[in-house]
Antibody, heavy 121, light 109 residues
């Protein structure tokens, strides 16, 4: 069974750094892209970017390029979303998600449970 | 950048009624790479339809998708109580921005 398990909720102050994780299991982790999606409170879904664990090929939405860093650790089947300096506007639920099949242009069939990030002074 | 517009913003219907949701793209969606997702409060989105008209695994046949080019439709033939939720369309044909629409909320009339 494919599972994506995300790290727990975080409460941070503006200016702090943060790295949240998404661990995949039940499939060959390196051969499927993993994407990240933001959902701000009461709002819709926003595509952030995607990474291919095999070679760390990463594509960012222009809206998030330079604002976050997506990475992987193949040895533990984990993908990461990282901020170097959080802002209050980063407060949101963040989901990792995996396409239904191998390849880049695929729908997101498997989702993590979400990680709530709250940034407040 | 492809922009997706969904209508209506909210659809108020009764159980047993038919729901028709629209998703319009600002330019043609490559290879009909359009998906529909359902999201209930406090839950992650769930894939319903992909490639515009194919049902994902385990999705009941009361859900159907249609369309091509710039106009797409999600139809729920007879609403069940568990179908009241927010529905998003997403295009995944134009890298690197796999945009989502703003969503349509289907609520109980």
């Amino acid at each position: 069974e494919v599972q994506l398990v995300q790290s727990g909720a975080e409460v941070k102050k503006p200016g702090e750094s943060l790295k949240i994780s998404c661990k995949g299991s039940g499939y060959s982790f390196t051969t499927y892209w993993i994407g990240w999606v933001r959902q701000m409170p009461g709002k819709g879904l926003e595509w952030m970017g995607i990474i291919y664990p095999y070679d760390s090929d990463t594509r960012y939405s222009p809206s998030f390029q330079g604002q976050v860093t997506i990475s992987v650790d193949k040895s533990i089947s984990a993908a990461y979303l990282q901020w170097s300096s959080l802002k209050a506007s980063d407060t949101a639920m963040y989901y990792c998600a995996r396409p239904s099949a191998g390849g880049f242009s695929k729908p997101l069939a498997y989702w993590g449970q979400g990680t709530l990030v709250t940034v407040s002074s | 950048e492809i922009v997706l517009t969904q209508s209506p913003g909210t659809l108020s219907l009764s159980p047993g009624e038919r729901a028709t949701l629209s998703c319009r793209a600002s330019q043609s969606v490559s290879s009909s790479y359009l998906a529909w997702y359902q999201q209930k409060p406090g839950q992650a989105p769930r894939l319903l339809i992909y490639d515009a008209s194919s049902r994902a695994t385990g999705i009941p046949d009361r859900f159907s998708g249609s369309g091509s080019g710039t106009d797409f439709t999600l139809t729920i033939t007879r609403l069940e109580p568990e179908d009241f939720a927010v529905y998003y369309c997403q295009q995944y044909g134009t890298s690197p921005l796999f945009t989502f629409g703003p969503g349509t909320k289907v609520d109980i009339k």
